[in-house]
Nanobody
Framework: QVQLVESGGGLVQAGGSLRLSCAAS????????MGWFRQAPGKEREFVAA????????HYADSVKGRFTISRDNSKNTLYLQMNSLKPEDTAVYYC????????????????WGQGTQVTVSS
């Protein structure tokens, strides 16, 4: 089992920045990727970004490319999401996810999830 705990959400004005963190514990050696998803009220959970746990290859949704940066610190078993130039449409609950499965951008391709952290961007 792997446990994930997010932190760093909050309220920010449009154009501002936030950094989310996700601390992983347990059988982290079994992971091959970690990612961030988000879910706005009334919408489905959607892919934001992912990173391979060993090689560090990164992947982004088109809506956040150039504004968000995903990174990880393997020594601390921690995943980060630096969010810059935030927009009101970025408002959502952000979830950290991890997996030993294949695939990258789909919810069902991840088998461990954090509890979520709220990000609210005011206009």
């Amino acid at each position: 089992q792997v446990q994930l705990v997010e932190s760093g959400g909050g309220l920010v004005q449009a154009g501002g920045s936030l950094r989310l963190s996700c601390a992983a514990s347990g059988r982290t050696f079994s992971l091959n990727k970690m990612g961030w998803f988000r879910q706005a009220p009334g919408k489905e959970r959607e892919f934001v970004a992912a990173i391979s746990w060993i090689g560090g290859n990164t992947h982004y949704a088109d809506s956040v490319k150039g504004r968000f940066t995903i990174s990880r610190d393997n020594s601390k078993n921690t995943l980060y999401l630096q969010m810059n130039s935030l927009k009101p449409e970025d408002t959502a609950v952000y979830y950290c996810a991890a997996s030993s499965l294949g695939g990258l951008r789909m919810v069902h391709e991840y088998d461990y999830w954090g509890q979520g952290t709220q990000v609210t961007v005011s206009s």
